[in-house]
């Protein structure tokens, strides 16, 4: 994973909460064995609407999606965050996520920016009256800023989400660590637990 | 205290480290493994030179994108065979077990783990699906991942997560007749939110939760996800262990006098107290049908497709709105008013054995309505075979219903089984979220048996509405 530190660039808004990974990329995409090449699904049926936000000229370069609460609900898709970052996509801001999103997020080295409500408003106007704005994300700092419009920010990110990002650690890397704990761990497990093919073990 | 509730007890369990500044590493007992959230885990596997740690931990199936006519004819949909040839060729090199198409336990993932005994109480369960919730009705912990933590899971048999909060959601009393698992879990999700679990593990307690069966537990846990919850759990009991007794994979003998100690352990203690709680009334519960583009906007059978303008806060007010437009529906509009032309029976909610009997009986000696299509889906062969076994597959197609073979089908609409747009379906499934079940189509979730009257009856309908209903 590369490391993300900031991002900085034009941002765009769907203002809508609840939106789904369904929406993010449908399901005719999932087949697709590979992690690329998912930017043309993402949001295709909103897409088709002309005026949608993803068909304007300022969506081609934008860095930076800002949008209602609970983004990402739904299926465990992680393939919605490579098409968000296959289109162009480093940062998402939004008062909240769903949980799985969020992990898959911080994994594939996507910005999930927890912003307050009024915040997320304030974005919405500032980039409203300028689609051009330079929005910049600072992960370091965990703060938003769109210096043009003299606004600036706190926002959530957890620690570890931080660190990974800044680092851009494989975290398998980091777990196998602790190797030797996994494997006390696991002559430590009841042996009734089940294995799975054939029934692999009888009463003793 | 945070201790004695049943969510820590299976949760401190499989800590293998809590390195500072890291969330702790959890172990995972078990990995369900499917087609489509795994080719890309597999790889990323390979090019890091890595093997599967614990094979004997793994289990596959093929169910999202399969077909459900003539499974085991050619595919026709390349994009699909590739994906089905990919998982067999990755489950060789690895050594993982897989129920590929064709095999007697095929199916969809959650519903054969709890079918082979594979899921028990005080386990933890992932698997690259959000659904994964569904094995919580066993006393497991077990919920949904992402490509890259299935990657995790293969090469280190554990994950990391930052440890939830524990939800209670406690419903008392008895469920009214006629009013099934799938209302209750509606109803709770009416009641807080798509987000409202959101960084929570729920528990589902009370009697309502108690008097059901594994099958209506498994709808319940099943649905946590659409309430945003990481997972949902019901403490293991009685019920619970006459399920798994006599299951392929379930301890015997000495073994299961053991186990069976060990997870009369799984229960929050008494003076435990949760993070939030949420108590509902069963008496107030109804039948439930979905309106609106995600499973919070319901109204119960009797009820009326509301009018955005009733709703407090602006945001959902326009959700309501386009919710309505993208519906095609009007304020005001009688549920049984609305008329369906698809029916859709199965899906990892609703595909159980339990969940065919309840809508073969409402639909014994009836037809499905003229002009409605309707389709029954089991949720593995195993279902299939047992169904046939008492003969429901011929009530089934003697009301009308195609008859087929196990998938995920219509419930995302990956294998072709999808409605055209503007089509109305009355579907026992998990979303109706836009396009879910194909682009354009508009999605009702409903229990089995409103599906089944529904189908019937051309409209929304319960049970009790059709002729000759005693």
């Known amino acids: ?204 | 205290m945070t201790g004695g509730r049943l969510f820590d007890k299976v949760w401190q369990r499989h800590l293998v480290a809590s390195p500072d500044g890291e969330p702790p590493l959890l172990y995972i007992d078990l990995h369900l493994v499917h087609e489509v959230t795994s080719p890309q885990a597999f790889e990323g596997l390979e090019l890091a030179g890595r093997a599967v740690r614990r094979p004997d931990l793994t289990v596959a199936t093929m169910d999202h994108d399969v077909p459900t006519i003539n499974p085991l004819g050619p595919i026709s949909d390349p994009l699909a065979a590739e994906q089905m040839a990919r998982l067999r060729k990755n489950c060789e090199a690895h050594g993982i077990t897989l129920y590929a198409l064709g095999s007697a336990e095929q199916g969809v993932v959650h519903v054969i783990g709890p079918q082979l005994g594979l899921t028990q109480p005080g386990m933890t369960v992932v698997c690259g699906d959000s659904h994964t919730s569904t094995h919580g009705a066993f006393g497991a912990l077990a919920f949904g991942i992402g490509t890259t933590e299935v990657e995790h899971v293969l090469a280190t048999q554990t994950l990391r997560q930052v440890k939830p909060q524990a939800m209670a959601v406690t419903v008392d009393g008895d469920l009214p007749h006629g009013v099934t698992a799938k209302d209750l879990v509606l109803g709770i999700i009416a009641e807080i939110g798509t987000g409202g679990g959101t960084g929570s593990v729920i528990e589902y307690r009370g009697d309502a939760v108690r008097g059901l069966d594994m099958a209506g537990r498994m709808t319940v846990c099943n649905m946590s996800i659409e309430a945003g919850a990481r997972a949902g759990m019901i403490a293991p009991d009685d019920v619970t262990f006459a399920f798994l007794e006599g299951r392929a994979h379930a301890p015997t003998g000495l073994h299961w006098e053991r186990a069976l100690d060990d997870w009369r352990s799984l229960v929050t203690d008494g003076r435990a107290v949760f993070d939030r709680e949420v108590r509902i009334d069963a008496a107030t519960l109804r039948p439930v049908v979905t309106w609106g583009t995600t499973p919070a906007q319901s109204v119960t059978i009797d009820g009326v497709v509301p009018d955005p303008a009733s709703f407090a806060a602006l945001a959902q007010r326009q959700a309501a709105q386009r919710a309505l437009d993208y519906m095609g529906l009007a304020p005001g509009t009688a549920v049984r008013d609305i008329r369906i032309d698809t029916v859709f029976i199965g899906s990892c909610t609703n595909g159980r054995l339990a969940d065919l009997r309840a809508a073969a009986g409402v639909l014994r000696g009836r037809t499905v309505s003229a002009g409605v299509r309707a389709i029954v889906v089991p949720g593995s062969a195993r279902v299939k075979a047992e169904a046939e076994a008492e003969g429901l597959d011929a009530v089934f197609t003697a009301a009308g219903f195609e008859w087929r073979s196990a998938g995920c089908s219509m419930c995302l609409g990956m294998n072709g089984d999808i409605l055209a747009p503007g089509e109305r379906s009355a579907s026992t499934s998990n979303r109706n979220f836009e396009g879910r079940q194909g682009p354009g189509g508009r999605t009702h979730l409903v229990s089995p048996a409103m599906a089944a009257a529904t189908a019937v009856a051309g409209h929304f309908a319960v049970p009790g509405d059709l002729e000759g209903a005693g």
Request: proline share 5%; hydrophobic share 50%.
């Open chain 1, 1 to 204: 994973m590369r490391a993300v530190r900031r991002v900085a660039g034009r941002a765009v808004v769907i203002d809508r909460r609840d939106v789904d990974t369904d929406q993010i990329i449908p399901a005719a995409w999932l087949k697709r064995v590979e992690r690329t090449g998912f930017g043309a699904g993402l949001f295709e049926a909103w897409r088709r609407d002309p005026d949608f936000v993803l068909n304007t000229p300022a969506a081609a370069e934008a860095k930076i999606l800002v949008a209602g609460a609970n983004f990402g609900c739904g299926s465990s898709r992680e393939h919605a965050v490579w098409a968000l970052q296959d289109f162009g996509f480093e940062a998402v801001i939004a008062p909240s996520f769903a949980d799985i999103f969020r992990g898959n997020s911080i994994g594939a080295g996507l910005v999930t920016a927890q912003a307050d409500d009024e915040t997320v408003a304030g974005l919405t106007a500032a980039v409203a009256a300028d689609p051009a704005a330079q929005v910049i994300v600072d992960v370091a700092e965990r703060t938003v800023a769109i210096p043009s419009a003299g606004l600036s920010a706190p926002f959530a990110l957890p620690d570890y989400a931080r660190w990974r990002l800044l680092e851009g650690l494989d975290d398998i890397a980091v777990t196998l660590r602790h190797a030797d704990a996994i494997t006390d761990f696991e002559r430590s497990r009841p042996d009734w637990l089940p294995v799975s093919g054939p029934r692999a073990h009888a009463a003793t």
